[in-house]
């Protein structure tokens, strides 16, 4: 369970730019905080708010989409619900990304919010099955 109380999610990772470790295990050094989501979003979705988790942005690498304080909320997602545009955050076995898909007939592109890396392209069906969504932005 990410967050530890009914309206609040566990923030498990900052980021300078789009790509992350996630951190499952909290001491002093890897502990984020949590975020009263509820309070802050009225809509927010009604399922389980222990599937959820938290993504801080400091720096502004992925501005103008992201700011510095910015908090992404995510939680994971059956393939099919992943939408043309969504905000994605895939992992590659080693670090998470922070994506925007676009679904072609042939082809699923993975983009990148910050400039600096190059976009990544899939055959389609073949994109990596292990994706969140980016449910909800906070802005700071």
């Known amino acids: 369970m990410l967050g530890s109380r009914e309206d609040q999610v566990r923030i498990v990772a900052e980021t300078?730019?789009?790509?992350?470790k996630r951190h499952y295990h909290f001491d002093n050094d890897h502990d984020f905080g949590l975020i009263d989501i509820k309070s802050l979003v009225h809509d927010f979705p009604k399922?389980?708010?222990?599937?959820?988790?938290?993504?801080?942005?400091?720096?502004?690498?992925m501005f103008p989409m992201f700011k510095s304080g910015d908090v992404l909320i995510a939680r994971k997602a059956d393939p099919e619900e992943i939408k043309n545009g969504d905000k994605i955050i895939f992992n590659d076995g080693e670090l998470s990304h922070i994506t925007w898909i676009e679904r072609g007939t042939n082809q699923d592109i993975l983009h990148p919010f910050s400039l600096v890396q190059k976009p990544l392209y899939f055959n389609h069906g073949h994109a990596p099955h292990n994706l969140d969504k980016i449910i909800v932005i906070i802005s700071s």
């Open 16 to 20: 300078s730019n789009n790509q992350f």
């Open 47 to 61: 399922k389980d708010i222990s599937l959820y988790y938290g993504i801080r942005i400091v720096g502004d690498r």
